[in-house]
Every structure is written in structure tokens, then in C-alpha cells.
């Protein structure tokens, strides 16, 4: 089994993420359950998906300290689901902040949030996933990137081309092109590293900058 976590705002497409996470699964006969949290997500709210997958599963939501990975495509979300991490889980980050809507504080600090995330937790890969939405030139493929980072850790049980197989299945012709690409950069960054303590950071000459 196993269990994934993906936390973020609205608009950054987490519920097509989680989608084409189930039905990369579900190719792979497994038994899949989901489950969103949503709420103000459509004004830039918090949006947290359950996705689990296995040969038995019972209940759509991850017991606390039981996700094997959490993904999270914002900061200060990826911190606030931080209780649902199993130990030695893994964590992939983006290290790009988005104000919430709900947070009235203009001096949000996601520098600090990074620092104790690589301060306190072992198997963290950041991501900065806006240097590689310009390489792709869409905003729109942020989903896409997490997904790709986490591929080529083998932290999520499923390949590259499990995941382009579920894409060709989701995602509408005329923008296939462009999450191909997106899932290739990303994919790319991490396929040859062991996930650990490093930080991932997307050049235009596709460097990783390893601490």
C-alpha cells in the first residue's frame, strides 16, 4: 500500500494531480481510494487530497504519521500537513510561496518554513518549480512538476511511462504537449539522484544544485 498527500491553494491543480495519480494506479490493478478537502479552494484556499492505493483499503483517509510521501505544491501547506508524514516519509516541496487568502499577514516567510522543513526532516526534495514553468511557458503545469520530481525519486511505486500512459488518458489533446514536457524536465532533475537531503534547483542548462 501506499499512501500520498497532496496539500496546496486553489488553482494549482492538485485535484487533476490526484487524478491522474488514481488512475495511474488503477492501470496497475490496484485498489485505489481518494479523498479531497477542498474548501475555499476556488478564492485560493487550502486544498488537501488523500489519495491511497493497494490491494485492500478500507478508508479513503491517511491515518496521522501514515503517508509515505507528501506533496506539497506550496510552502506554508506543505508545514501545515506535516503531522500526516510517516517517519522516514518523504517530503516533495515547492519552495515557491503563495500567499493564502486567508492569511491577513503581509510578511509571510517561506525561506523560514524551507529552513525548518531541511532542519527536521531527512528525505526532502525543494523544488523550484516556477523557474520551470517559464522553461515550459505555462503556470498551468505546477501539478505536473511535483508529480515528475517525485516519479524519479521512486517515491510514489510507478514509473514514467505508467504516468505518460495515465496522461494520454486525463488530459485533453491540445494540451498534452505542454504536461509531457513539464513531466520530462521534472522527471529528469531527480531519476538519477537518491532522494535525501538535497535541493533541487531547475537552470535552463538543467543543473541540480546538491547540498
Same mark, same amino acid.
Given at each position: 500500500m501506499i499512501n500520498c498527500l497532496l496539500t496546496g491553494v486553489g488553482g494549482q491543480g492538485i485535484l487533476l494531480a490526484s487524478k491522474l495519480l488514481a488512475t495511474t494506479y488503477m492501470e496497475k490493478e490496484k485498489m485505489v481510494r481518494i479523498a479531497d478537502t477542498i474548501g475555499m479552494a476556488q #478564492? %485560493? %484556499?487550502?486544498?488537501v487530497c488523500h489519495i491511497r492505493a493497494g490491494d485492500i483499503i478500507y478508508s479513503p483517509l491517511i491515518p496521522i504519521k501514515s503517508a509515505d510521501i507528501l506533496m506539497g505544491f506550496e510552502p506554508a501547506e506543505t508545514v501545515r #500537513?506535516?503531522?500526516y508524514? /510517516? /517517519?522516514d516519509g518523504y517530503?516533495? @516541496?515547492s519552495t515557491n510561496p503563495i500567499n493564502p487568502s486567508y492569511n491577513s499577514i503581509n510578511d509571510y516567510n517561506s525561506l523560514a518554513l524551507i529552513d525548518y522543513l531541511e532542519n527536521n526532516y531527512t528525505n526532502i526534495v525543494k523544488v523550484d518549480v516556477n523557474s520551470i514553468t517559464r522553461e515550459c511557458k505555462s503556470s498551468k503545469v505546477i501539478n505536473i512538476i511535483i508529480i515528475g520530481v $517525485?516519479? %524519479?525519486c521512486n517515491a510514489l511505486n510507478i514509473s514514467f511511462e505508467d =504516468?505518460?500512459? $495515465? =496522461?494520454?488518458l486525463i488530459i485533453?489533446? /491540445?494540451y498534452l504537449a505542454i504536461n509531457e514536457y513539464a513531466l520530462e524536465i521534472a522527471y529528469s532533475? @531527480?531519476?538519477k539522484k537518491k532522494p535525501s537531503t538535497y535541493f533541487t534547483h531547475y537552470t535552463s542548462s538543467r543543473r541540480n544544485i546538491i547540498n
Open positions: #478564492r %485560493g %484556499g487550502s486544498v #500537513r506535516l503531522p508524514l /510517516k /517517519k517530503i516533495i @516541496t $517525485a516519479i %524519479g =504516468m505518460k500512459d $495515465a =496522461m494520454k485533453p489533446q /491540445k532533475l @531527480t531519476s
